[in-house]
């Protein structure tokens, strides 16, 4: 059932999560006062000085603003220099046959789950036509049930990757476009016991907490962050970042952001939206 990228059991996995990078079909365009074609390099610039033997990078949603082919392409240009397999999920600004399309690389999966050693990685499509917020509707529902099944069989723990936070933001403008049925989610991976992680982009700042024993994170984007408290739309002055997670063979997760350090953009904070 699921993709197999990597066979060894017994070691740390490294994995790289790279998550809301809004690419646009033209490279120059700037996007509140930033342009996210040249942080995403920035990022990828900046995994590559501090990663080594990446077991596959996560690449969570809203890859582009405009859902173009270009756009898509775009995005691989700019991972290029990071020689590891790559798994992706559609986010709210996605569109997945258009994602399908740039799909001619081998080293990139728009799959449900793969195996690599120890764990299953499940990737969740959140996203519906037209709407900011997320559903899992009853088909990934269904399959993630199967997944979870199947991954407890092998004795493998599971990570699971989704677009939308099922976690609450204090932010009420971003809560209205939170994934709507976490309870759903959770009323399945509450019974596995296989299930250790929950990773999601989509809120532009970095998130952590456990709930029932799974760690639940959210990243920051690589381009503009929100601000996590105020009430409007508000972009926040962090620089972009991405977060890695090491995934041991006892079940343990390990994980930091990392943001760029030591470079000043130009972000637009006057801005009313994104
Ligand atoms: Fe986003
Ligand atoms: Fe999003």
Not at 11 to 19: A, P
Not at 131 to 150: I, T
Not at 165 to 187: G, I, M, R
Request: proline content about 3%; charged content about 20%; glycine content about 6%.
């Amino acid at each position: 059932m699921a993709e197999v990228l990597e066979k060894n059991n017994n070691q740390s996995l490294r994995l790289v999560q790279i998550t809301d990078s809004h690419l646009f079909a033209d490279r120059s365009t700037i996007f509140d006062g930033l342009n996210t074609f040249e942080t995403l390099k920035d990022i990828v610039a900046l995994v590559a000085a501090q990663q080594q033997n990446i077991g596959c990078i996560l690449c969570t949603g809203d890859l582009t603003q405009d859902s173009s082919v270009e756009a898509y392409h775009h995005f691989i240009d700019a991972l290029s220099p990071l020689e590891a397999p790559q798994l992706w999920i559609p986010g709210n600004h996605d569109i997945r046959s258009q994602m399908q399309q740039v799909l001619d690389q081998n080293s990139i999966h728009l799959c449900r789950s793969a195996q690599l050693g120890d764990w299953r990685i499940i990737m969740l499509n959140s996203s519906v036509e037209g709407q900011v917020y997320g559903l899992l509707d009853q088909k990934e529902l269904a399959d993630l049930d199967l997944e979870l099944a199947d991954s407890e069989r092998s004795n493998s723990h599971v990570l699971i990757c989704v677009h939308h936070n099922c976690l609450p933001v204090e932010a009420a403008w971003l809560q209205q476009h939170s994934l709507k049925n976490s309870d759903e989610l959770f009323e399945i991976t509450d019974r596995y016991s296989y299930v250790k992680g929950i990773l999601y982009g989509h809120i532009h700042q970095e998130f952590e907490a456990i709930r029932n024993g799974v760690r639940i994170m959210g990243t920051p984007s690589t381009c503009i962050q929100f601000h996590p408290t105020n009430n409007e739309f508000t972009i926040d002055n962090e620089n972009p970042g991405y977060r890695w997670l090491d995934l041991e063979p006892d079940g343990t997760i390990n994980s930091r952001v990392e943001r760029i350090q030591d470079k000043a953009y130009n972000i637009d904070f006057d801005s009313t939206g994104y």
